[in-house]
């Protein structure tokens, strides 16, 4: 092959390229360096960001879903309760003395342990102070 062939072929570098990474490779990479910190540092927030949101999304979906959970329970009780309600005022209307008596003291019992609980929830809640002053 001749000499001029393989210069079009393969053409060399020139010489002041060379000689300038080689002269000052430090002073060409404190702007690139700087920048490249610049943008991890950008990278970095971007990325606790997302964090916080992906956080932020799974918190939101276990509520959801304890939410959810939460409204089948009271689903369920409510229609318990109707069972039994429907259930004790077909006992009521049978004429049944002793239901009767039965019905009422079930009424009874549980507006005593209701109006129970309620005192201790709304007693609990409003004594801010030490006890025993």
Do not use: C
Not at 14 to 24: A, C, D, G, Y
Not at 49 to 71: C, E, F, H, M, W
């Amino acid at each position: 092959m001749s000499e001029s062939y393989e210069r079009e072929r393969f053409p060399t570098v020139p010489p002041f390229s060379l000689s300038l990474t080689l002269r000052s490779p430090h002073k060409a990479n404190v702007p690139l360096r700087r920048q490249n910190n610049s943008r991890l540092d950008e990278l970095s927030s971007k990325v606790s960001a997302l964090r916080g949101v992906t956080v932020d999304i799974y918190d939101n979906a276990r509520s959801q879903d304890v939410l959810d959970n939460t409204n089948e329970v009271f689903s369920s009780m409510t229609t318990s309760i109707k069972g039994s309600a429907g259930r004790l005022g077909r006992m009521a209307q049978s004429g049944n003395k002793v239901a009767i008596l039965k019905l009422a003291g079930m009424i009874t019992g549980a507006v005593v342990v209701l109006w129970w609980v309620l005192g201790w929830v709304f007693r609990r809640k409003g004594g801010g102070g030490v006890e025993g002053t």
